[in-house]
Structure formats: C-alpha cells, structure tokens
C-alpha cells in the first residue's frame, strides 16, 4: 500500500479521544477498585442480598450474631454484628475475623482501619492481619478501648505489618479479653481496613489497579454505569445522594451484577477520581428505566428530573446554592467540572408507553429539556445512538456500545464516516467479545481477550479517532475483573487480592498503545484513509504537534507481511519511529490472568526515509502500529 499524508484538509478533533468507563461490575468497585479490605463491613441488605454473617466467621469460641439493634449505628446501617462470650471463649482473647474479597493483599505498608463498637468493654482491642492457611500472624496492633454500654464509638487505627504474606490468603482479625467485657456481649459495625491508595485518597482506590489505568492516559471517565446505574429494578437506581457522606450514611444497594454494593465508591469519589487522573467526568444520570425493564411514567418521573438537577448542583454549583452548600459541608466547596451528562443507560427508550411520544414528551427530552435550560453548556447524551434506529436531535449526543466479533469491526471500519455533526456520539463502551462466526450473543463470551479481537478493537479505534470531529471519544468496557467471581469475562485488567498478581489482558496493551498517542486534528491521506485488504490507517496530529499515522493489518488470510510505503506532502521527512505490537503468531492468543504478558510484544525502531521522503515497512498479519514523525 502506497500511502500519502496530506497536510492539510483535516479537522481539528475531541479533546478526549480515549477515557474510561466504570460500573461496579465483577466486583470491580467492591472488591475491585475500591480499595476496602473487609467484606461486608457493614452488614447491608436488601430484599435481593439479605444482610448475613457472611465472610466473618469467630476467634476462639465467641458467638457471632446480626442484631437489629433499637438504637442502631445510624439508619442507613441498621444491622450490626453482636459478639459474645460463650462459655467455650474461657478468659482469653475472642472476637472475630474477615476473610476479605477472597483473601486480602498483606504487606510491609501502612494499613488504615477504623470500626464501631458499642458496649461496656475495659482492655484493649488487638487488630491483626493473619494466614488464612497457617499459623502466620503478619503484624498486629492494639487499640486501646474507648467502648461505652450505650453508645457506638469510633475507634481508629494504624497497623504495619512486620513482615510480607506471601500470597493472598490471609484474613484479619479484631479480639478482645472477654475477661474485660460487662454484659456479655458488645456490637461492632462499619468495619475497615484500607491499604495505601492512589494518591493517598482517604476511602480512595486500589493502586495496583489504578496505575494502569492511569497509564493509558485516559481523557475522561463516564460513570456509575452501565446498567449498575439503571438498578435491578424500580426501586433500586444509584441514587448519588445515598453514596456521599460519612461512610455510616450510606446504606449500599442491591448491585445488578449479583451482589450488594456498599457504595463506599460513590458519587464524590468518582469525582475525586476524574480529578486524581485529569479526567472530565461523564455523568449518567438515572432516567426511570430499570434493568428489569420496569419503567416510571411521564408522570412520575418529575421528581426524577428534579432529582438529576439536584446532583448536577451537588457537582458543579457554587456553595452559595443548596446542593453546593452540601458539596462544601462534606469538606468540597470547590466545585468540580462537569459538562458531559448521559441521561440513562442503553435506554432505547424502552418501555415507552404507546400513547406517549416518546422523543418530544418523555424520558429523554424531559431530563435533556430541564437540564440544557439550566445549564446550558452542558453537552447532554442519549444513551442510545443512531445507530440504534434513534433520532438523537442536534445538540444532544448519542452513546453507541459496539460489543462486536472481530470480523464486525473489520467491516464496521468505516461506519463513523457518515456521521452528520448533528450526530455527535460517543462510544461508551466498546470491546470484542465474541470469536468470528457469527454466534453472538447466543454462545459465551470469550473467555478473555484474544489477540485478534484486540487487533480488531485497534481498527475500531482509529475508525472513530479519524472522525473524532464527531466522536466525542471512546471507551473500552468493562475495563476490570476479579477473577474470583465475574460475570463478563472481557475485561482489561484481571486482578484478585494479591495486588503482586494483577495482569493486563492484550485489549490492554492495544488500548494503551492508541490511546497514549491521541489524535487532536486529523489529517486526510490517499488513498483515503481507510482499508485496502488488510491494511487500515489513520493520519492526524498529536499534542505536541508531531504527525502521527496509525495502522492496524488483520489479515486472517495469509500470514505474508503487508508492506507499506508512507510519505507526507508537504515535509522532507526524513525519520519516524515506528512502534509496533505484534502477537505471537496465534489470533486466538491471550494473556492468562495473574500472570505476566506473552503475548504482545512491542518493538520500536527508526525509519529512515528515500531521498523522495517515502517511508517503507511491514505490517505482520496481525499487527497494530504508529508511526511518529521525527526528523525533517
Ligand atoms: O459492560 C457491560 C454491560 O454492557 C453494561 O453494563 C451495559 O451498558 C452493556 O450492555
């Protein structure tokens, strides 16, 4: 292929090619990216996830039982955990322990930790972290008791542990003297244990999981879903002002991924986030339409629209306003940016009654109408796109979630082409999920990701990073995945409670490579840019004013190389770099999880340009590539 960049032509694109996504799903918030150690730490419930016992268990004969108690620790949390004596507990230390989300990450660092205890108890309290298969105690701390008969008392800690665990496995325990206990008995609850953050946050995020998050150099984050944001049925959105607060005001909610969600990451922590990784937030605000399929009527829904209002004052108003007054009493008078909010989640409106007109009088314009009034500099996005069959009128944005087989990618190449700037869109997720063939979503997901599907993620990216004049930016979902209980298994990051063993899928490492090297104006080439067989590319210019041409080669057909001459119209070019990522010869490779990468191999070296200026190389069949001009 024979490829000239022209200089000229282009158009100047979004500021926020590549970003990420986040729903708590795969214990990606619990036990994922939120960084708490104790499950269930604060024995939440609801009708679908009873409150339970569940990962604590006794130390020493204690009897361990959920008290509903008449004074609780707070209403948002009202079941707490009773501890008692019991005649097999003799004199010595009894309590409790937490086996963690499957384990907890125990090393020579500083862990933060902090409970609720109410009861008349004289001593001292010991907090330890312990194997879970040996004897092992790692490091332990004593906490001198400030417990009342009728109060809930806060008592805090810092322990650092002496030595590493050398795996996961461990659990962490809080005893006391039963000697020391009057009434035999004394309730705990909101139990917790943080290990260092990103960036210090208190209540922050796991960093082991952070950082590479970061390092893809995100744009922005669009949050809290997913359908994690449309709630399991009508009663159970993500209400943003049941996640801010106090930890002991928040009372979780029945997740739509198979398990109670605490909400310790919530709506100020997502903010705290954007604003730890330079992100602009994506806001999706719950529109009356549940996972379940349940929906509000028009008539129902005004609190809803009042409600979305509210949040974005929380947000963005100054403190002088009642929700911004709020935002400063939790310790945030500054306000955050925000100026991209998606109204519901996959909507489709679904549901929409017949007698309605659901595009001139419900769920979408009642929300995108109240809320471009108020603020109207706000970019509002339906959550579906025109490529649903929906009219999404200018100015509002469509969100477009292609989860696609590598082969639909391929052919999809030049899909955003036809884009009318009335029709800006955002792609809220993306991802190759399904092996070519034609199954869908009638057969499994792939078990991970697998080099030709991130090859062909790759060709999506530069499709919708050429016409970034009209695709506000794109993002891989979902992105993370605890390997011990998950329901989707394409993610990019695998991780489980040794922070040792988190490992990048290969998306990750094509994700990262287009997404590190954005495009802010793009730049035509010819033939145009697009596909010859194998061969797609896309010109523009990066940060720095650098040109950039970026490739992907899915030849499933011939394992010969394609070659490629490349030169640019108006420059005596001289010298690229050229970087590439191949696989190892396989389409089906992945990258096991927990373990290092073998697939991907990246290799980068300096192009010399003919005294024409033509550049010449080889796309391997299954490759992704960039080519950055150097030396004139
Ligand atoms: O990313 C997983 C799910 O896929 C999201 O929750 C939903 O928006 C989409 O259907």
């Known amino acids: 292929v024979d490829i000239v960049v022209k200089s000229k032509g282009g158009n100047k694109t979004t500021h926020m090619p590549y970003g990420l996504m986040h729903e708590d799903i795969n214990y990606s918030g619990d036990g994922g990216l939120y960084a708490e150690l104790i499950r269930n730490r604060a024995f939440q419930g609801s ?5 339970s016992l569940a990962h604590w268990s006794s130390v020493n004969g204690a009897v361990l039982s959920i008290k509903n108690l008449s004074e609780p620790l707070s209403s948002a949390l009202p079941s707490s ?10 004199s010595g230390d009894i309590g409790f322990l937490n086996a963690g989300y499957w384990g907890m990450d125990v090393r020579r660092q500083k862990y933060k930790g902090s409970f609720y205890v109410k009861g008349d108890y004289k001593g001292s309290f010991t907090a330890s972290f312990q194997s879970a298969l040996t004897n092992d105690t790692f490091g332990s ?3 001198k008791s400030k417990a009342k008969k009728d109060e809930w008392v806060q008592h805090s800690f810092t322990l650092i542990p002496k030595k590493d665990a050398p795996n996961g496995n461990n659990t962490f325990a809080l005893t006391f003297k039963s000697s020391g206990v009057k009434g035999g008995s004394l309730d705990f609850n909101l139990i917790s244990v943080f290990p260092p953050t990103y960036k210090g946050r208190e209540n922050g995020l796991r960093i082991d999981i952070a950082e590479p998050l970061a390092a893809t150099q995100p744009r922005f984050l669009r949050f809290p879903g997913g359908n994690a944001l449309e709630g399991p049925d009508i009663n159970n959105p993500w209400k943003w002002n049941e996640t801010i607060g106090p930890l002991k005001n928040r009372p979780g909610r029945p997740g739509v991924w198979g398990y109670q969600t605490s909400d310790g990451l919530g709506l100020v922590e997502y903010l705290q986030w954007a604003e730890d990784m330079n992100l602009e937030p994506i806001l999706g605000v719950w529109a009356g339409l549940a996972l379940n399929g349940e929906f509000l009527t028009k008539e129902e829904l005004g609190p809803w629209v009042q409600d979305a209002l509210d949040e974005i004052e929380f947000i963005r108003g100054p403190v ?7 935002r400063a009493s939790l310790g945030h008078p500054k306000p955050w940016p925000l100026r991209y909010v998606e109204i519901g989640n996959e909507d489709w409106l679904a549901g929409a009654p017949a007698s309605y007109d659901a595009y001139k009088e419900y769920r979408f314009p009642m929300f995108a109408e109240a809320i471009s009034t108020k603020y109207p500099d706000i970019q509002i996005i339906a959550s579906p796109s025109v490529y649903d069959n929906m009219t999404i009128p200018a100015p509002y944005a469509g969100d477009y979630h292609p989860y696609r087989e590598p082969d639909n990618f391929y052919n999809e190449f030049h899909k955003f082409d036809s884009l009318t700037k009335d029709n800006k869109t955002l792609v809220g997720e993306f991802s190759s999920t399904h092996a070519n063939g034609g199954i869908k979503w009638a057969g499994q997901l792939h078990p991970f990701p697998w080099w030709i599907g991130s090859v062909a993620e790759g060709i999506f990216m530069i499709g919708a990073e050429r016409n970034g004049d009209r695709i506000l930016g794109s993002t891989y979902a979902p992105m993370i995945r605890n390997m011990n209980s998950w329901s989707w298994s394409i993610c990019m990051i695998e991780y489980e409670a040794d922070a040792r063993k988190t490992s990048l899928a290969t ?11 954005p495009i802010f104006q793009t730049l035509p080439t010819t033939p145009d840019e697009g596909n010859t067989t194998s061969l797609f590319w896309g010109a523009g210019v990066g940060e720095d004013g650098e040109k950039i041409v970026k490739f992907a080669n899915y030849n499933t057909t011939s394992s010969a190389p394609t070659p490629v001459k490349l030169s640019f119209d108006d420059e005596d070019a001289k010298e690229a770099k050229l970087t590439m990522l191949t696989g190892t ?18 290799t980068s070296r300096t192009l010399r340009a003919n005294r024409k200026g033509l550049f010449e190389f080889e796309m391997p069949e299954l490759s992704v590539a960039v080519v950055e001009l150097t030396g004139r």
């Open 47 to 51: 009708d679908m996830y009873p409150v």
């Open 585 to 602: 010869g396989d389409p089906y490779a992945y990258n096991e999880p927990l373990k290092p990468n073998r697939v991907v191999k990246e």
């Open 320 to 326: 002088s306003s009642p929700m911004g007054k709020l």
């Open 141 to 143: 701390v004593e906490i």
């Open 81 to 90: 955990m009773n501890v008692a004596v019991s005649k097999n507990s003799s």
């Open 507 to 517: 998306s990750y490492y094509t994700f990262k490579f287009f997404s590190t090297r």
